[in-house]
């Protein structure tokens, strides 16, 4: 699910960054605030981060002592992207094993089908595995499948979360591609 939040965030701007007049100074915070948005990936209560919409407010800087850097408290609203348990999303197969199936569903890599929440599917091996039913429904790598998210886990080391998932229920499998006139 996408999410609009309004976050504090701490920017710290070199001197080098700084002029006389400030007037690159909103400038090198929004810069400075899109890289560390960037690096920092996701978090626990928010999720994952997509956007920065708009900067609200710039507070006053203070200038750190052994660097003489200037760290300003600033206030942003973004986009995030969070998965919720019992969510029902769509998400493209990358990885198929005996037991189970990975999906990507927007910046979340690690989605896990596994294949006793699969009903009526069966595994078939070879070169490019994937699963089969008897209504000729198959889920193989790059296959749309639609879910219902069972648990989700964050993963503080790898700043990125994990989620269970599963068929089970009405409308959830391979999503069939539309049809092109």
């Known amino acids: 699910m996408f999410l609009k939040v309004q976050m504090p965030w701490n920017v710290i701007i070199p001197a080098e960054n700084l002029d006389a007049k400030g007037l690159m100074l909103q400038r090198s915070i929004i810069i400075r605030l899109l890289d560390d948005f960037a690096v920092k990936k996701a978090t626990k209560d928010f999720g994952y981060y997509i956007a920065v919409t708009k900067l609200e407010r ?69 070169e490019n595995p994937y ?18 998210v069972i648990g989700t886990k964050w993963l503080e080391a790898e700043r990125e979360f994990q989620a269970l998932v599963s068929l089970e229920g009405d409308y959830l499998g391979p999503v069939s591609p539309p049809d092109i006139i």
């Open 131 to 148: 699963f089969w039913n008897d209504k000729m429904s198959k889920i193989g790598k790059d296959v749309v499948v639609r879910f219902i």
């Open 58 to 126: 710039i507070g006053e800087g203070k200038v750190r002592q052994h660097t003489g850097d200037v760290l300003f408290p600033v206030e942003f609203s973004g986009i995030t992207f969070k998965i919720f348990r019992g969510e029902i999303l769509e998400g493209v197969v990358h990885k198929v094993l005996k037991h189970g199936v990975f999906l990507r569903c927007g910046p979340v890599e690690n989605i896990y089908l596994s294949c006793l929440k699969m009903p009526d599917y069966r595994y078939v091996p070879g």
